[in-house]
């Protein structure tokens, strides 16, 4: 590995999408690949950018664990994380089958309806049944497997069934740092982790530092009351590019 390999021209724009991801993902508890992928696929070969945001997000989330882990139903996760397993292999196959712009019409679609569906019609008592956390980690599962994007149906199940910001922010941290490092043993399992995602990993790790740490603040300061508008906010913009994708 080689400095003079590195294009520094890009390192500002790197930096820049990596500190508001983080920023993102800290007050949210996601949505670290929806500001970082675009970016660095301007950039890299789309193994490498899956490669390094995997990286990044399993990173951030170990940086994270401190804050989090006490407020966890680890017992909750077992079957969410279990079901994900099974929906990504799932969704593979569907990826395969399907036209890859109907899917991602339907899914965007979807997203958008359950981003209007949670603002206008939040139920008044969080939602308490058994079916939610499976279905949840299968429906996370299948579009992993077919768009690498887990995270909508998580974020919907999050949002109906623990209104308590820290607690529902640390449902979806938890989720998805798991989530990253079932994704990097595929990776490395499947060969396609190289040398220059590692280089840029090194590279981009400060400015994942300072983006942690600025939206630990943030929540920490303005979470109490802006956490569910900035949530549902992320949400609809991941599925208008979602749809977008499908259109265009």
């Not at 390094?52 to 994380?81: C, D, E, K, V």
């Not at 969080?126 to 299968?138: H, K, R, S």
């Not at 919907?156 to 308590?164: G, K």
């Not at 989720?175 to 981009?204: D, H, N, P, R, W």
Request: charged letters at 10%; aromatic letters at 10%; one cysteine or more.
């Amino acid at each position: 590995m080689r400095v003079a390999d590195i294009d520094w021209s890009i390192v500002p724009l790197v930096w820049a999408a990596i500190i508001v991801a983080a920023v993102l993902r800290s007050f949210t508890g996601f949505g670290f690949a929806l500001v970082a992928v675009p970016v660095l696929a301007l950039f890299m070969p789309p193994a490498q950018v899956v490669v390094l945001s995997s990286a990044l997000a399993l990173t951030i989330g170990l940086l994270s664990l401190r804050s989090f882990y006490r407020l966890i139903n680890w017992a909750q996760m077992l079957p969410l994380l279990l079901m994900s397993g099974l929906g990504t292999a799932v969704g593979a196959l569907i990826l395969a089958s399907i036209p890859m712009t109907l899917f991602q019409l339907c899914v965007g679609l979807s997203v958008l309806a359950a981003c209007l569906g949670i603002f206008v019609g939040r139920p008044e008592r969080p939602l308490q049944w058994a079916g939610p956390p499976w279905l949840a980690g299968l429906l996370s599962g299948l579009m992993n497997g077919a768009l690498a994007i887990p995270g909508p149906p998580m974020i919907v199940y999050t949002m109906l069934t623990e209104f308590d910001p820290a607690r529902s922010r640390a449902l979806l941290m938890a989720f998805f740092m798991a989530s990253s490092a079932l994704a990097l043993i595929s990776f490395t399992v499947a060969g396609i982790v190289e040398l220059q995602s590692v280089k840029y990993y090194l590279l981009a790790f400060p400015a994942l530092f300072i983006g942690d740490k600025l939206g630990h603040y943030l929540f920490g300061r303005y979470g109490s009351d802006l956490y569910r508008r900035v949530v549902l906010l992320a949400l609809a913009v991941l599925g208008v590019s979602i749809t977008v994708r499908a259109l265009l």
